[in-house]
């Protein structure tokens, strides 16, 4: 079965503060996806990023950054500099196979001016 | 494209009421997406579909739940009757074929009284 945890409910920081949103997968599949999702109080979920099982590459965009490690299956996201318009829930999700997109609980996070 | 269509984008409706919600995915996406939200649960996906057939709809949490896709353009989530702990934001979401990316509608803000 898969399986993603996102164990912070909650996270609150003071604007320009470094955040990192931690998330673990569980999958037996070899091949599976990753992603975040962003959903700002307005609701709408934003897709973040994307990455594939065989890609353990960090990426950056801009004050975001990824860092996937399979050792640990563990895809954490790294905001830095935070902003008040971060302030939204954070989800990680995971699809395997059988092509399932599931989500963890996500977190909220509150970035306080 | 206008992007993942659903409606209404809010439903109050009396318990013991039927309940339809709706959906018009991204023309060419391949697979459609029901997802729950609710505070306690985070985002439960509920069935999804490929080419309109239903592949998993073992997170439908029970009978009263039902979801039909009868076209590449259409689907619809039916609660008959519906029940207070219904009360949720239903979204829909689709993905193309290939390297997986969810594209969400706005979201059906469900309030069952």
């Known amino acids: 079965a898969q399986k993603v945890t996102q164990a912070q409910t909650e996270i609150s920081v003071v604007e320009k503060e470094d955040v990192t949103l931690d998330c673990v997968y569980e999958?037996?599949?070899?091949?599976?996806?990753l992603f975040w999702y962003k959903q700002p109080p307005s609701g709408e979920l934003v897709f973040l990023i994307r990455?594939?099982?065989?890609?353990?590459q960090n990426e950056i965009s801009g004050r975001y950054s990824w860092n996937f490690q399979k050792s640990t299956s563990s895809f954490n996201f790294t905001i830095t500099a935070s902003q008040v318009v971060d302030s939204a829930v954070y989800f990680c999700?995971?699809?395997?196979?059988?092509?399932?997109?599931?989500f963890g609980k996500g977190t909220r996070l509150h970035i306080l001016p | 494209d206008a992007g993942v269509i659903q409606s209404p984008r809010h439903e109050v409706t009396e318990m013991g009421q039927e309940v339809t919600l709706r959906c018009k995915p991204i023309?060419?996406?391949?697979?459609l997406f029901w997802y729950r939200q609710t505070m306690m649960r985070g985002l439960e996906l509920l069935i999804y579909f490929n080419n309109n057939v239903p592949i998993d709809d073992s997170g439908m949490p029970e009978d009263r739940f039902s979801a039909k896709m009868p076209n590449a353009s259409f689907s619809t989530l039916k609660i008959q009757p519906s029940e207070p702990r219904d009360s949720a934001v239903y979204f829909c979401?689709?993905?193309?074929?290939?390297?997986?990316?969810?594209?969400f509608g706005q979201g059906t803000r469900l309030t069952v009284v």
């Open positions: 999958t037996r599949d070899t091949t599976y996806y």
């Open positions: 990455r594939n099982s065989f890609d353990e």
């Open positions: 979401a689709s993905t193309p074929t290939g390297p997986p990316e969810a594209f």
């Open positions: 999700a995971l699809s395997g196979l059988d092509d399932k997109i599931i």
């Open positions: 023309s060419g996406h391949d697979y």
